[in-house]
Each structure stands twice: as C-alpha cells, then as structure tokens.
C-alpha cells in the first residue's frame, strides 16, 4: 500500500494512542487541562479540519464522538476502581461537577452515583458467588 492511501489509518492510530495518553495523564495528575481538538491536530501536525474530516472517514464519527466515550470509559474506571467522590473524578476530568453529572447521564443513560451504586452492588454480588 502506497504511504498516502494508508495515511488516513495513520492519523487514525495517531489520534487513538494521543487521546488515550493524554487522559491516562489526566487521570494520574500529570495534566491538568483537557486537550481541544485543534490542539490535537496539531500534535498530530495536522489541521484540525483534515483530523475530524480523516476520522470521520475512517470511522464513521466525529473524534469529539470518540473522546466522549473514552472520557466516559475512563469516569466509568474510576468510579469503579477508586473511593474519589464524583466531584473528584470531574475535577481530575476537568469537568465542573454538575456538568461532569449531565454529561455522564447523557451518554451512559444513569449518574455518576447510580452507575457507582450499581457496580459495587454486581462486585458485591460476585464475591459473595465466589465464596464458598
């Protein structure tokens, strides 16, 4: 394959790996500030129309979609992994606490709290499986 047919897969590989160092660095504290889309691109040494139109082509949304969710993943990580209020995890995700809230219902269709409630209720269940 000629290097500029597989450079729409290259920017797309590029994009995936930048957004997930950079939230590891949120969550661990290492950054403090949520990244824009045009800065992205221009790590990526691109504009930031040629990324969301590449990654629009490539898979078939628009990277703010692909944040999103990976912004939710790593919510979702903490609130099962950690004792953080929901308050902490939104200022580590840089969110304001009652928007870190609408956001999360919006794309994972409960709170912060019912969706922390529900995974301790199914580990809680899961051990008391396990056990003898």
Known sequence: MKHKERR???ITEAYFKLLDLHL???VSGKTTQMMELNEIAAKLHISAKHLSY???STMGN???HFYDQKILAAAKN???ITDWSVAEIADRLTYDPSNFAKFFKKYAGETPGQ???LAQSNHSQ???KSSP
Request: one cysteine or more; charged letters at 30%.
């Open 24 to 26: 590891a660095e949120l």
């Open 8 to 10: 729409p897969e290259e």
């Open 62 to 64: 628009h990277p703010c």
């Open 78 to 80: 903490l609130l099962t």
């Open 115 to 117: 969706f922390r409630k």
């Open 126 to 128: 899961k051990i008391a």
């Open 54 to 56: 590449t990654i629009q």
